[in-house]
């Protein structure tokens, strides 16, 4: 691969930044003795160590020359790390080398600091290409430990993402499994599970089988927020556990979501018509360089087709959708595919969605050792997280939903996790309430698990 020098626009006098405040890492540094003390304290505090270690030892001496200050120092090793992980020109290669003797100063730094997140933004604002991404760019697999963890009680909760300021259907999310064994670098899991251990409940089924359910309500429980649904298959008795609950309770719609092709489970039991499997899906290139270990999109249609047959509702997630330089048509792909593979009748959702992140899930895709693109893009604030600009998340909403035209009316489809002024300008309607929502997506599912069943009991 050959890599472009960047030159930085030394334009970047009016530029203004606040110095840290906090105890003595804001104190004005008066000599290069002193500051090296401070440096090491700074450099405890910021992800300088996660850089590769020619950038670290750039980055020290540069902050010896300029004295930086914590947060200046903050703002150039996270900029650093997204160079590392997009695969692009590293900071060495476009640190602004006319500034670099500049006497140390508050002014300098800021011009320094200017240049190098100008050069920063304009990354984030061209459209992202895997194209320098091969087999070096994934991350070394961890082996998996499964481990038994006796929990105190059953892990029965809403989504973790849910917000009043975003349309949610109000899902109720069941821990069967804690942890994931699928690399996934925009994965929230990853900030609240750390390690290689998956953690199973030896006492998951007494405590499921105990559940307080009532029989004059309809519940909507999806398993795969702390793990992926199928990839563990049924060890530890997990999925003989929540196929005995389902049959026990019709009320309940079960929902299996994954990335995995491991259906075996569902084709040599008789499962519930209220258990529904869903699909992640994602065009080739993203699962390739964004979705490590899961399934191919090959293997992810075939095992949904598998599961079809069986007369199991099956459901789609394009979520999240990715914005790229041949976006449009790769996914354009998939829509068609589905189509031609799959009946409206055996499909009982399809949900858009797209990148969505909280800081703390950004830390961590920033220190984890593998390439990623995913934080290259224009991050905006939406509903108190940070994501696509809007005309961004509208023009790719729009393209999924008119190109899959032949379902509207038969497959309900949703926004996850997004404001509800997207959804008139994509579908056409909105809906005043989460309860609203939630109604509607209850009812639609229902219908079809009747219906389903009626075409089991005929056939």
């Not at 010896?64 to 903050?74: A, G, K, P, S, V």
């Not at 996914?331 to 858009?352: G, H, M, P, T, W």
Request: glycine share 4%; net charge positive.
């Amino acid at each position: 691969m050959v890599i472009m020098r960047h030159s930085c626009i030394a334009c970047c006098t009016d530029v203004r930044f606040s110095e840290a405040s906090s105890n003595s890492q804001s104190a004005k540094v008066t000599s290069k003795q002193t500051y090296e003390h401070k440096l090491r304290h700074i450099a405890a505090q910021v992800p300088l160590a996660a850089l590769p270690a020619r950038d670290q030892a750039f980055l020290r001496d540069k902050s010896h020359h300029h004295c930086f200050t914590f947060q200046e120092l903050r703002q150039l090793t996270e900029m650093a790390l997204d160079f590392t992980r997009w695969n692009e020109a590293s900071i060495i290669e476009i640190w602004p080398q006319k500034l670099s003797t500049e006497p140390t100063s508050k002014a300098a730094r800021a011009k320094v600091l200017a240049c190098i997140r100008q050069h920063w933004h304009s990354l984030k604002q061209t459209a992202n290409s895997y194209h320098s991404f091969g087999p070096s760019t994934k991350p070394i697999r961890q082996k998996t430990i499964l481990v038994e963890r006796e929990k105190g009680k059953l892990g029965l909760g809403y989504c973790p993402v849910a917000s009043t300021r975003t349309r949610c259907c109000n899902l109720m999310t069941l821990d069967a499994i804690e942890n994931c064994g699928f690399g996934c670098s925009y994965c929230s899991i990853q900030s609240f599970y750390h390690g290689n251990q998956i953690y199973f409940d030896p006492g998951f089924a007494q405590k499921l089988n105990a559940l307080k359910v009532h029989h004059d309500r309809v519940y909507h429980i999806g398993t795969g927020q702390s793990s992926d649904s199928l990839m563990w298959g049924n060890k530890h008795g997990v999925l003989d556990a929540l196929a005995a609950f389902a049959r026990k309770h019709p009320n309940v719609i079960l929902e299996m979501k994954t990335k995995s092709r491991n259906v075996s489970y569902f084709l040599e039991n008789e499962i519930p018509r209220n258990i529904i499997c869903t699909w992640s899906l994602n065009t080739t290139t993203i699962i390739t360089h964004e979705e490590h270990s899961t399934a191919s999109l090959q293997c992810r249609l075939d095992a949904a087709r598998k599961v079809a047959d069986r007369g199991i509702l099956v459901g789609f997630h394009f979520h999240p959708m990715v914005h790229y330089d041949s976006w449009a048509k790769d996914y354009s792909e998939i829509f068609e595919i589905i189509q031609k593979r799959f009946d409206a009748a055996e499909v009982a959702l399809v949900s858009l969605g797209t990148l969505t992140f909280t800081k703390s899930v950004m830390r961590q895709i920033r220190v984890r050792q593998f390439k990623s693109k995913m934080l290259q893009m224009p991050l905006v604030e939406a509903d108190g997280k940070l994501s696509y600009p809007l005309e961004t998340k509208l023009e790719m909403f729009r393209h999924a939903y008119g190109s899959l035209k032949s379902w509207h009316g038969r497959v309900f489809f949703y926004l996850c996790m997004e404001n509800n002024r997207l959804w008139k300008p994509v579908f056409g309607y909105e809906y005043p309430s989460n309860e609203a929502f939630e109604a509607a997506m209850k009812l639609s599912y229902m219908e079809k698990i009747r219906g389903r069943s009626l075409l089991n009991v005929s056939a």
